[in-house]
């Protein structure tokens, strides 16, 4: 299993990230994230076989992503590409 930067404490999701082999996988989250620390989420990403371009939401918190106005753009490109493969 490769080390992930940033993240001190690999949970089970990301250990089963790991072992996924998943078409695509987008990340979204608020850089004020307070479940959730913002490292992590950058470490999941860099984990993850075929990442979708990560949408790092400036501002938002673990509860407001979706209410960013770049949210629902960015998913439903993401929802395209998986589409398409």
């Not at 999701?13 to 996988?25: A, F, K, N, P």
């Not at 608020?30 to 979708?52: F, M, Q, W, Y």
């Amino acid at each position: 299993m490769r080390p992930l930067v940033g993240v001190t404490h690999q949970s089970t999701t990301v250990r089963c990230l790991l072992e996924l082999t998943i078409s695509c996988m987008a990340r979204m989250q608020g850089t004020k994230d307070e479940v959730v620390d913002i490292s992590a989420g950058r470490a999941l990403h860099a984990a993850a076989r075929n990442p979708a371009e990560p949408l790092w939401i400036e501002g938002c918190d673990h509860q407001s992503v979706e209410l960013s106005v770049a949210y629902l753009p960015r998913m439903r490109r993401f929802i395209q590409s998986c589409m398409r493969k």
